[in-house]
């Protein structure tokens, strides 16, 4: 079985190594000369690290990442709440997220699927698709056409696949400006996110990223001025704003093509659940596809747990940005209870880790 996948992104490549280690031949195409230098997603959480396993890919990202073992909470800058990741329950034998940037994240899982025979085609773009009953004829820019029997759309938010095969994104750019730094900083919690919750609905957190460097994000236009806390920056790496959107695909297949990861959804990083859904996307697809479950379904099941997901992101992303004084009133009474009682402690670290 040949399977050519658009898109060397965390989820292409997930689905790279998953399908290469069950013995599939898989080729990654992808538009962009060579891997990512961006460190857009930090939060690896259990689910993805189970998954990752078989192949190896958990224990490097392990050697190299920092575990987030809670959540501090801030009212402005004044220590609010602290709530422990390791009162979960260790459903799949982590109860922690798992920092590490993006990019490293991305060339683990490369070497991985290198190592297991696939090849990435940098400089490659998918301009078209064709396919009938036996196979999927792919159109590029730059190496003309390939041809394959399934094709894996992990070409992100802007996904050709997806185009190509009439595929509706359905949804809505949300209102505001966000913001993101990755610093060096004298900051010592280097084993916990803090989370400051601040007046008129908005907010900034710090994450570590290993040694001293972190990464601010706020919901402002500039993460490390909306910071409450004196932090100490010594460098800056990169600042950035982003705009947030929430889509979904209204499929996630048709006939022998299949969309997993932003070409599938996209939504607020609130408990930074974008790569860890892709990633589980592919997971599962790949699975699907060398036999282990059913491929007729991929987009019902993963449309309905995916949806589920999202709701959750959102869920929070409005609790944490509302406006209203009674409502933060509320967050913050709640989060001095749970940081009291340890049943609500396990509850919200399940709720947190698990989704
Ligand atoms: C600032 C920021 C912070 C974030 N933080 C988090 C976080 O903490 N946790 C989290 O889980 N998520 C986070 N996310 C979201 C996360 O980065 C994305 O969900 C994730 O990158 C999606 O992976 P993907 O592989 O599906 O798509 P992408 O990473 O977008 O990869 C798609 C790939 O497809 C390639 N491509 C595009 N078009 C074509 C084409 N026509 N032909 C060939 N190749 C093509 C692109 O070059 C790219 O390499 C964050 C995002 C941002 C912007």
């Not at 998954?51 to 392990?62: A, R």
């Not at 009162?87 to 799949?92: G, H, I, L, T, Y």
């Not at 570590?208 to 806390?229: E, Q």
Request: hydrophobic fraction near 40%; charged fraction near 20%; include cysteine.
């Amino acid at each position: 079985m040949k399977v050519l996948i658009a898109g060397a992104g965390p989820t292409g490549l997930t689905a790279g190594v998953e399908l290469a280690r069950r013995g599939s031949t898989v080729e990654i195409i992808d538009k962009k000369d060579q891997g990512s230098t961006l460190s857009r997603a930090v939060g690896i959480n259990p689910r993805s690290l189970d998954l990752l396993s078989p192949s190896g890919v958990t224990g490097d990202l392990l050697a190299q990442g920092v575990k987030f073992e809670s959540v501090r909470f801030y009212r402005e800058a004044q220590h609010w709440a602290t709530l422990p990741l390791t009162a979960a329950p260790q459903r799949r034998g982590y109860n922690f997220m798992l920092g590490l940037p993006q990019d490293q994240t991305e060339e683990i899982l490369r070497d991985t699927f290198v190592a297991l025979g696939g090849t990435v085609r940098y400089g490659t773009t998918l301009t078209g698709v064709c396919q009938d009953e036996d196979r999927v004829i792919v159109e590029t820019k730059n190496a003309g056409e390939i041809q394959c029997d399934y094709l894996v759309g992990a070409d992100g938010v802007g996904s050709a696949t997806r185009d190509a095969i009439g595929i509706a994104y359905d949804g809505q750019d949300l209102p505001g400006t966000w913001s993101i730094a990755d610093v060096e900083a004298g900051w010592t919690h280097n084993n916990e996110t803090s989370l400051c919750l601040m007046r008129d609905g908005k907010m900034a957190l710090i994450a570590p990223l290993g040694g001293n460097r972190f990464r601010a994000v706020s919901n402002t236009d500039n993460a490390l001025a909306a910071l409450p806390l004196k932090i100490n920056v010594t460098k800056t790496h990169r600042e950035g704003q982003f705009q947030i959107s929430l889509r979904l695909a209204r499929e996630f297949s048709k006939g022998r093509v299949f969309l997993a990861g932003d070409a599938a959804h996209t939504h607020s990083p609130a408990g930074g659940r974008g790569m860890n859904l892709g990633i589980a996307d592919s997971a599962d697809l790949a699975a699907r596809l060398c036999g282990d479950g059913d491929l007729a379904h991929y987009s019902r099941d993963r449309l309905a747990e995916d949806k589920q997901m999202i709701a959750g992101s959102e869920q929070l992303r409005k609790a944490l940005t509302s406006p209203s004084v009674a409502k933060r009133a509320l967050i913050l009474a709640g989060l001095k209870l749970v940081s009291v009682t340890p049943p609500l402690q396990r509850m919200f670290a399940s709720r947190f880790l698990y989704g």
